[in-house]
Every structure is written in structure tokens, then in C-alpha cells.
């Protein structure tokens, strides 16, 4: 088996078979002679390639054009990956197995019949950026999020605590009822589900701004008596986030 350290050359052949690389380590943007698939059969990570980008875990494949570049960057809890080479170039990057396990024990003896077996169960997952769906992505994160998060967490939840609770946190002239602090705080740890998917620096810091955005939201909700303030806020942040996102994938 290959070791993850190994250097990687800006124009390599394809290394076929189990391939096992280390947490939070990652690829400088590279290119294969071959078409071929990856396999993700534990762990996870990200790859940014000719396709889009994506964020992918076991029993999901990608797809590789003859000579298409891409870079990968391996979570914390690193990756095993079997890589089958393809007689032609695949039309989408990014599929699914519903048995990963199979196709790796068949690989073992014959790699042809696995990349048989992988074809024959391979489903297509639509996760290309595309004019449609990027519009959903950024009407869901710019006009759906802020409403349905902040009605209940901050109309709700903050000033029926606000309610309870007495006290407020002072820093200078900035002043806000604890309760917007606490509710923040909980909305935060709802995301450290990220620490499972992404090198811990990202999800450390996506923790820090999603906390001080609760407690700016909060602030705002206390301060106009509404949640509209809030709520939008909320959508544009988020609307904001995803907008630079889009385009700093398109200029990959």
C-alpha cells in the first residue's frame, strides 16, 4: 500500500488499489494520465477538481477525467480509498456504491471486475455547481435560513430565558441580557459536527463566528424588540458566506 506522505508529482500515473492517507494532511493540485475512480471506503475529504467541489465519505466514489486536475485536503480522521482505473472518461464527478465493501474484496483478486462491479452499482449524485442549484444554495442560505433559525432560537427560546434569567453582560458601552450569550453558545455547539468533517482550525473557527454571530444577532433582537432585524441579518451573513464561496469555486 502507498503511504500518504508519498510526494506527489504535478503529472503522475494513477497508483490502483487501496490508498490510505493521514489526518489533516493535503494534495497540491495535481493531474493523471488516466481516467479513474476513487472509492472512499473510510473517512473522508475534499477535493476541488475540473467537476466542482466536494465533500465526500464512504461509499461515495469520484470520477476523474484523463489528465483533469484537482487538489484534496483529508479530515481529521484521514482516508482509505481504492482507486479503480476507468477505460473511458466518466460524464459526471461524483457518484455513490451501495456496497463499497464488495468491490473492495473483489479488487483484491481481479481490479477489472471491480471496476466492472463499480460501474454496475455507480448512481450518480447531482453536486456539480450549476445555475439551478446554485441559485437554491444561495435562496436557501440568503432568505429560507434566517426565519427558521431565529423564530424559535431567538424570538423564543432568548426571550423566554431573558424573561427568566437576570442579569446582563457589559464589555464598555455594550450591553445584552445573558440569555443571548447562552443561546448562541447552544447554537454553536449544534455545529460541532465539524470537527468530524473538516481539519480542526476550520471547524475551531467556524465555531468562534458562529457564537459571536448569535450574540450579534441576539444583540440585535434586544435592541429593536423584533426578530426582523435579526432574521435578516442572519440571511445576509449566511447569503454573503455562500455568494464568496461560489466564487471562489468558480475561479478554481
Avoid at 473492495?104 to 450518480?124: G, H
Wanted: aromatic residues 12%; proline residues 4%.
Amino acid at each position: 500500500m502507498k503511504s500518504g506522505s508519498a510526494a506527489i508529482e504535478q503529472l503522475a500515473r494513477t497508483f490502483t488499489g487501496r490508498d490510505s492517507w493521514g489526518a489533516d494532511c493535503s494534495l497540491p493540485r495535481h493531474r493523471h494520465f488516466e481516467p479513474y475512480a476513487a472509492l472512499i471506503l473510510s473517512g473522508g475529504y475534499e477535493e476541488s477538481g475540473s467537476f466542482g467541489r466536494y465533500r465526500v465519505r464512504a461509499g461515495q466514489v469520484l470520477l476523474h477525467r484523463m489528465f483533469d486536475a484537482h487538489f484534496d485536503r483529508f479530515h481529521r480522521c484521514g482516508a482509505c480509498v481504492l482507486n479503480l482505473l476507468l477505460d473511458e472518461d466518466p460524464d459526471c464527478g461524483l457518484g455513490s456504491v451501495a456496497d463499497p465493501d464488495a468491490i473492495a474484496r473483489l479488487a483484491e483478486a481481479d481490479s477489472r471486475a471491480a471496476t466492472a462491479a463499480l460501474k454496475q452499482q455507480l448512481c450518480p449524485l447531482e453536486s456539480t455547481l450549476s445555475p439551478t442549484n446554485v441559485f437554491g444554495w444561495l435562496f436557501f442560505e440568503g432568505v429560507y435560513v434566517g426565519p427558521t433559525e431565529e423564530i424559535p432560537f431567538r424570538a423564543l427560546l432568548v426571550t423566554y430565558l431573558a424573561a427568566t434569567m437576570p442579569g446582563k453582560l457589559r464589555i464598555g458601552r455594550f450591553a445584552m441580557n445573558w440569555a443571548g450569550v447562552i443561546v448562541a453558545l447552544i447554537l454553536a455547539l449544534l455545529h460541532a459536527t465539524n470537527f468530524d468533517l473538516r481539519a480542526w482550525p476550520m471547524a475551531l473557527g467556524q465555531q468562534v463566528y458562529a457564537f459571536l454571530l448569535g450574540v450579534l444577532y441576539a444583540y440585535w433582537l434586544e435592541k429593536s424588540g423584533s426578530v426582523v432585524a435579526s432574521s435578516i441579518g442572519h440571511n445576509v451573513s449566511d447569503g454573503v458566506e455562500y455568494a464568496l464561496l461560489f466564487g471562489w469555486i468558480a475561479l478554481l
